[in-house]
Nanobody, 124 residues
């Protein structure tokens, strides 16, 4: 399974972006997906996760109410809609898959396949 993230860019505070993560190979609906981010000098942190069927989602407190994770299993793609962006949202965003579980979790080390990352920069 390979994951390809896209959709990052430069946006002003208060703006929106939608990230996409396309998966190739494997049975996409059989594994949970997550989005994580890493800012310079900081550890990678959980952002959002969604179960294999899309019925369960989790969000970090810092993005709750502003970000929405969703998936289209017919297109093997997971999305992260980011609204009301803040400068502190600036980071490289990574999508990740739990290849052996449909259960969404927030723990970084339980994800075993990662995409290459896409830069999101929010200017003040």
């Amino acid at each position: 399974v390979q994951l390809q993230a896209s959709g990052g860019g430069l946006v002003q505070a208060g703006g929106s972006l939608r990230l996409s993560c396309a998966a190739s190979g494997g049975a996409f609906s059989s594994y949970a997906m997550g989005w994580f981010r890493q800012a310079p000098g900081k550890e990678r942190e959980f952002v959002a996760a969604i179960s294999g069927r899309g019925t369960t989602t989790y969000y970090a407190d810092s993005v709750k109410g502003r970000f929405t994770i969703s998936r289209d299993n017919a297109k093997n793609t997971v999305y992260l809609q980011m609204n009301s962006l803040k400068p502190e949202d600036t980071a490289v965003y990574y999508c990740a898959a739990r290849l052996r579980s449909i259960v969404a979790v927030t723990t970084t080390h339980l994800y075993d396949q990662w995409g290459q990352g896409t830069q999101v920069t929010v200017s003040s």
